[in-house]
């Protein structure tokens, strides 16, 4: 049986700013129900201001890409050392691996012969490729709470205990606020990425396109909103001085997103976000070649983006790779400036999503669903 040490605290495994994120509302969530539970282990500064003892930081495990996880390899086998000695020690009730699959694998398996109860929150998206993982899950974890509403029935066929709560974001988003917020027609957002591989592959991909647009659009603003953890000063080297963008900070973002027109992104989290606050965005991403050939001969589902995935079409144009060409981006840019229709149809498009993505309360409903599992445990 499973059990960890009932009054030692509950460790996180979070590699990545959007995994910061919820890592942050579910421990809010467990406070709520439990206000004397600690936490530890791996994660960022969203969850570090709620009160998080952090012993590594996410930005160790921030890499994309398989080339670029097998070159990261050594480093990695080196930490995940540190770390078994770490939870032999500590003994925590549980683990909670947030998505990043790569990594947290291998803590899960560590965690089940330790015999520490283990359960997954914003689960990985192996229903986009190697589905077979969902095995690994079955065997290693106690629950999977998945977010997205069309995770459940692919779980299901793995026959699989898990529990769809909703989708956290909507605890997170102030949609009534932004709502009120008005559009600036000439803003362009940037979003390059909340990793430094993808900020050096994607922002100069940005600034050319900035640059193509400023031919017959020279009134365009931009305005960038840093990751957590991103040093500016790398972001500001990688925009031409000839452009004018400004630099806005992650406690900004939603407001920022609001107001723009449309933004240039990165693929991940943050497309949800953008798209449950109705602002059109075209999506980039680049990884080696090598990385870009394996991924497209193993990935199973039609679209990279959130947004497109749960809507079942692609409302947000999505450029992948060689795709993700400054060429292509300001052409898809010019015709959401000059097309009034066009620009519509995606704002349009995004209006549905907000129904599909469950109520508020999701953390909640995680935490719950966690602490009592973790309650019949220590009983039985």
Known sequence: ??????????????????????????????????????????????????????????????????????????????????????????????????????????IARMARKLGIPVYYYISPQIWAWRSGRANFLRDFVRKVICILPFEKDFYAKYDMDVAYVGHPLMDVLPLDLLDALPVRENRIGLLPGSRTKEVTSLLPVFADTARRLAVDHPDLEYVLVRAPGMDESLLRSLWPEDIPVSFVSPAERYQTFRTCKFILAASGTVTLETALIGTPVLVAYKVSPLSELVGRMLVNVQYISLPNLILGQEVYPEYIGKDASPENLARTARSWLDDPEAYDEVKNGLKVLRTMVGDPGAPGRAARIILDDLKALASG
């Open 1 to 106: 049986m499973q059990t960890g040490n009932p009054s030692g605290p509950i460790w996180f495994s979070v590699g990545e700013a959007s995994g910061d994120l919820h890592g942050a509302e579910l421990m809010k969530a467990f406070r709520a129900q439990d206000p004397d539970v600690p936490f530890t282990g791996m994660g960022g500064p969203a969850m570090e201001a709620e009160g998080f003892t952090p012993r590594h930081s996410m930005r160790e495990i921030s890499l994309v890409g398989i080339t670029e996880i097998l070159g990261g390899l050594p480093r990695i086998l080196k930490l995940l050392g540190v770390i078994k000695k770490e939870l032999l020690a500590i003994r925590p009730r549980a683990i909670v691996l947030v998505d990043c699959p790569e990594f947290n694998f291998r």
